[in-house]
């Protein structure tokens, strides 16, 4: 009777651990989802400008300076729910969820700005230009720069 008793306790403990790690996965898969949520609509609701004056940006060529905007656009992306990206990456990598990690990174929603875009410019330069911008709406941007003209 103990023995069974024992594996009972032990049954219940296993699949009450089991369950922890799972409610820690949702509940951090529900607060990326708010945050990320959010930085959506701060970027289409954003009425910000690419600095139009900024003597480097327009010394670079027009497909250089559509690289740094769309590296820009997702540094700034990346940073608007950064904190709930590392806690959801953790929490799926505690349990060894393989699936939706691939999934979050095969869609890009775990990754960092692709810095190919950018990896021949001026680090600095591309540094204190991004400090001079927050999130902003890649569409009006394009508009604006006249992107779709060129």
Not at 1 to 8: A, D, G, P, T, V
Not at 98 to 126: C, H, I, R, W, Y
Not at 127 to 142: C, E, P, T
Not at 146 to 150: A, K, N
């Given at each position: ?8 306790y032990l ?72 904190q709930q ?59 604006q720069l ?5």
């Open positions: 009777m103990k023995l069974r008793y024992s594996l009972f049954f219940i403990m296993l699949l009450m651990s089991g369950c922890a790690n799972r409610v820690n996965s949702v509940q951090a898969l529900t607060q990326w989802d708010k945050a990320y949520g959010q930085c959506l609509a701060q970027e289409q609701n954003s009425s910000v400008k690419f600095p139009e004056d900024d003597a480097w940006f327009h010394s670079l060529s027009a497909i250089q300076q559509k690289h740094v905007v769309l590296y820009i656009y997702q540094e700034k992306m990346y940073q608007c729910s950064a990206q590392a806690q959801l990456k953790q929490a799926l990598t505690a349990e060894h969820n393989k699936t939706l990690l691939k999934l979050f990174d095969e869609m890009g929603f775990l990754s960092t700005p692709d810095k190919t875009l950018v990896e021949n410019l001026d680090s600095a330069q591309l540094h204190r230009l991004s400090q001079s911008i927050s999130v902003f709406n890649l569409g009006k941007v394009a508009e006249h992107f779709r003209e060129r």
